[in-house]
T-cell receptor, first 110, second 113 residues
Framework: GQQLNQSPQSMFIQEGEDVSMNCTSS?????WLWYKQDPGEGPVLLIA?????ELTSNGRLTAQFGITRKDSFLNISASIPSDVGIYFC??????????FGTGTSLTVIP | DTGVSQDPRHKITKRGQNVTFRCDPI?????LYWYRQTLGQGPEFLTY????????KSRLLSDRFSAERPKGSFSTLEIQRTEQGDSAMYLC???????????FGPGTRLTVL
C-alpha cells in the first residue's frame, strides 16, 4: 500500500508557540486531509485540500497542498493546551481508499 | 447528534469468540468505510461500501472478518474466532456521494484476552 511518512513523530512545545509538521508520500494524491485524534476517540477532520498549491486555513490552523502532490504541511499558530493530540495526514485519489500517515504527537506545555 | 456512531465503544472478549460491531453513518452518506488502528499507528483501511455494495477489501481483511451493509444504511463488522492480534480500535467513517472527505465515528476498542 501507499506509505505516508509524517514528521516529526512527536513534538513538545510551550503554549503560545507555533507548530509545523509535514507529510510526504511515495505517490501523488489529488486530495490531502488533516485529522486530529484525541485518546480513545476517532479522528476529527481539520482541513481538506483539493488542489496542488492550495493553502487553506481553519482558525489557527493552516495547511498546504504541496505542488508536487506528494506532500502536505500543517501549521498551528499560537498553540494552546487543547491542541494536544495526535495529528494525522491522509491522502486519496478516488475517495474509495484513504491512506493515513503515522501521526505526529503534539504535547503543549502550559 | 448527527455524526457517525459506533456501538459498542469497548469490547473485551476471550480468544476464539466471535464479536460484531455496528456503525451508523451520517444520514445521506452513501459511502461507508471500516478501518483498524493499532497503538501508535494511523488508521489502516479494511473495506469500503457504496450503498449496500462492498466495493473494496484490503488484504488485511482475512477470512475471519466479514462486513455487511444490507440496506445501505448501517453496517456491521464481524470477527470470527478472535485472536489476540485482533486487539485494536475499529473505526468507521462515512462520506457523501463522490466525496473526497470522510468523517469518523468514535471507534470500538476491542481487547482479546
Amino acid at each position: 500500500g501507499q506509505q505516508l511518512n509524517q514528521s516529526p513523530q512527536s513534538m513538545f512545545i510551550q503554549e503560545g508557540e507555533d507548530v509545523s509538521m509535514n507529510c510526504t508520500s511515495s505517490s501523488i494524491f489529488n486530495t490531502w486531509l488533516w485529522y486530529k485524534q484525541d485518546p480513545g476517540e476517532g479522528p476529527v477532520l481539520l482541513i481538506a485540500l483539493y488542489k496542488a498549491g492550495e493553502l487553506t486555513s481553519n482558525g489557527r490552523l493552516t495547511a498546504q497542498f504541496g505542488i508536487t502532490r506528494k506532500d502536505s504541511f500543517l501549521n498551528i499558530s499560537a498553540s494552546i493546551p487543547s491542541d494536544v493530540g495526535i495529528y494525522f495526514c491522509a491522502g486519496t485519489n478516488t475517495g474509495n481508499q484513504f491512506y493515513f500517515g503515522t501521526g505526529t504527537s503534539l504535547t503543549v506545555i502550559p | 447528534d448527527t455524526g457517525v456512531s459506533q456501538d459498542p465503544r469497548h469490547k473485551i472478549t476471550k480468544r476464539g469468540q466471535n464479536v460484531t460491531f455496528r456503525c451508523d453513518p451520517i444520514s445521506e452518506h452513501n459511502r461507508l468505510y471500516w478501518y483498524r488502528q493499532t497503538l501508535g499507528q494511523g488508521p489502516e483501511f479494511l473495506t469500503y461500501f457504496q450503498n449496500e455494495a462492498q466495493l473494496e477489501k484490503s488484504r488485511l481483511l482475512s477470512d475471519r472478518f466479514s462486513a455487511e451493509r444490507p440496506k445501505g444504511s448501517f453496517s456491521t463488522l464481524e470477527i470470527q474466532r478472535t485472536e489476540q492480534g485482533d486487539s485494536a480500535m475499529y473505526l468507521c467513517a462515512s462520506s457523501v456521494p463522490g466525496g473526497q472527505t470522510q468523517y469518523f465515528g468514535p471507534g470500538t476498542r476491542l481487547t482479546v484476552l
